[in-house]
């Protein structure tokens, strides 16, 4: 049982990741006309952020059971094998699967975050188990604070493997912002561009692998960081650019929408988007801000949505819309967390 658990993990770690490729190929192609070039390491975040999107609003409704999942893994692999026959670039499957290959050596001999016992798995097991449920943070206090990385890694509650592969949401946004990064770094020095992106891409890319390589430190949180340089470099080259970056609203909302998602109150960098307000002036980019403001952006509809639907996961799970931030609780119902707890944990998070 053992070697063929083991056997199996190998076989599933793939099909996972080149499943994810597989999605933010289709996300990409259902949500725009437009003929975008994406690099790997980019589609591969699109869809962490697909199934992310997917996962929680399907938490409502039912369970993310092992049949389920199945389905889920076996429409991505075959939507990877479409982005293989008709876009697939040779560079990019090398940097992706070399990236992968090392990640994947070093993922063996790695444990789980120390927080995983506590509640990361309970968390994740009970999104396996049932459809969403009404005033479960009263159970415990880590049921209280949801994270997009539980709803993503349920998906990956597959047969016989079972619970096993609930790490693989921290390697995948780890391997692909790699990638990104690679991509980056090998199109300046290509182009003989040697200007301060090329060095901070150097800088964040040796950052990642020397401070943030141990996968069992990730939690919720370090990979929310590694996300916030990604989004970084992002409002960078637009403004390097002077606006003109065709995919940059498809990424930055990708990337935020991961970002606040990992942990509610990342919602704290909503703040950055003071400075693309202003570039958008700038550049007299107006009327894709209008286009914003309207709803006529794709990506920005599904940021939105990811943004409600994690209200309404917080609310149903503690009778707040951000825990605990007091002014969006409501305490008049059944399920709300007390008052006193709220305020106590406010100042817990404050100080921590």
């Not at 437009?34 to 975040?45: P, R, V």
């Not at 940097?95 to 309970?122: A, E, P, R």
């Not at 340089?229 to 990337?255: A, C, D, M, P, S």
């Not at 949505?305 to 209200?311: A, E, R, T």
Request: charged share 15%.
């Amino acid at each position: 049982d053992c070697l063929l658990s083991r056997g199996l993990g190998d076989v599933y770690k793939r099909q996972i990741i080149i499943s994810t490729i597989g999605y933010g190929y289709f996300f990409l192609k259902i949500s725009t006309k437009e003929n975008k070039e994406f690099s790997i390491g980019t589609i591969g975040i699109i869809g962490v952020f697909s199934l992310v999107l997917y996962s929680i609003l399907s938490h409502f409704f039912y369970r993310h059971g092992e049949i389920h999942n199945s389905f889920i893994i076996f429409f991505g692999v075959c939507n990877f094998f479409r982005y293989l026959k008709k876009e697939a670039k040779k560079d990019d499957l090398k940097i992706f699967f070399t990236t992968f290959l090392i990640m994947f050596l070093g993922i063996v001999i790695l444990k789980n975050h120390d927080d995983f016992s506590y509640y990361h798995f309970q968390y994740t097991y009970y999104i396996t188990q049932h459809p969403l449920l009404i005033g479960i943070g009263k159970f415990n206090h880590g049921l209280r604070t949801p994270s997009s990385i539980f709803y993503l890694n349920s998906l990956f509650y597959l047969p016989i493997i079972k619970y096993y592969m609930f790490n693989m949401g921290a390697l995948m946004i780890m391997g692909f912002s790699n990638i990104i990064i690679i991509k980056n770094i090998k199109k300046y020095l290509d182009n003989n561009k040697y200007n301060y992106l090329l060095i901070l891409n150097l800088l964040i890319f040796s950052f990642i692998n020397i401070f943030f390589y141990r996968l069992a430190e990730h939690g919720t949180d370090r990979s929310a960081m590694i996300l916030v340089l990604l989004f970084v470099l992002e409002l960078l080259y637009f403004i390097n650019l002077k606006g003109n970056y065709k995919n940059f609203y498809t990424n930055i909302f990708i990337i935020l929408g991961l970002i606040i998602s990992l942990k509610s109150f990342y919602i704290m960098y909503l703040l950055f988007s003071l400075p693309i307000l202003y570039y958008i002036s700038k550049y007299n980019k107006i009327d894709e801000f209008l286009d914003l403001i309207k709803f006529k952006n794709i990506f920005f509809n599904y940021f939105c949505l990811l943004i409600v639907s994690l209200f309404a996961i917080n609310f149903f799970n503690t009778g707040c819309l951000v825990y605990p931030i007091y002014l969006t609780c409501f305490e008049n119902f059944s399920w709300s967390i007390p008052v006193k707890q709220v305020l106590a944990m406010n100042d817990w998070y404050e100080q921590w």
